[in-house]
């Protein structure tokens, strides 16, 4: 993830879920969506510590506070609609990650295109009013996504299609970053 810039983790994230083994139901839509606020929650983190950091600037720091506002919104909303089955939020180190300007960069593009794969890696396996309210967050992911590849000077949407990844293909990025403990 992010070409090497981040450290390696030999982190499991203990209880990935095994997605998409049967058709959509409330049970998987639990499920699914548990998964996006575990990742939700990575960002979340993400965010808010390179705000309180204070080492970005310019763009990036702008970049920084109008995202971790969006990051939080979809905590809440991901914890909302999951009401008391929501899973808690785990600890989490991003090392130097959110103070380097240019480690922040590689993650922030990292994670937010992990987030994007993830999302359309489940959105068949969704009940269709659950994947209404998960195609209000992807939106936004992909927003992101654009936002600091441009800020990084690269192609804001390089293809005209993102590739789906399946849950482990994201477990294993994450437990790549090394951020989840």
Not at 22 to 27: G, I
Not at 85 to 100: E, H, I, M, Q, Y
Not at 127 to 148: D, F, N, Q, Y
Not at 160 to 171: G, I, Y
């Amino acid at each position: 993830m992010a070409g090497g810039a981040l450290a390696a983790g030999g982190v499991v994230v203990a209880g990935f879920p095994r997605l998409a083994v049967s058709a959509p139901s409330a049970a998987q839509d639990q499920k699914i969506l548990n998964f996006a606020l575990l990742l939700e929650y990575i960002e979340a983190g993400f965010y808010a510590e390179a705000f309180a950091k204070r080492k970005l600037s310019g763009k990036l720091l702008e970049y920084v506070s109008v995202v971790r506002g969006h990051e939080r919104a979809h905590v809440a909303f991901l914890k909302s609609a999951l009401g008391k089955n929501a899973r808690k939020k785990p600890v989490l180190d991003f090392g130097d990650t959110t103070s380097d300007p240019q480690k922040f960069t590689a993650a922030a593009i990292a994670l937010e295109e992990t987030m994007i794969a993830a999302y359309n890696g489940q959105a068949a396996n969704l009940t269709k009013p659950t994947l209404v309210l998960a195609a209000k967050i992807v939106s936004v992911e992909a927003r992101h996504a654009g936002w600091i590849r441009a800020l990084a000077g690269e192609n804001p949407a390089p293809s005209a299609t993102d590739r789906p990844k399946k849950p482990a293909e994201v477990q294993a990025a994450i437990n790549h970053t090394g951020f989840v403990h």
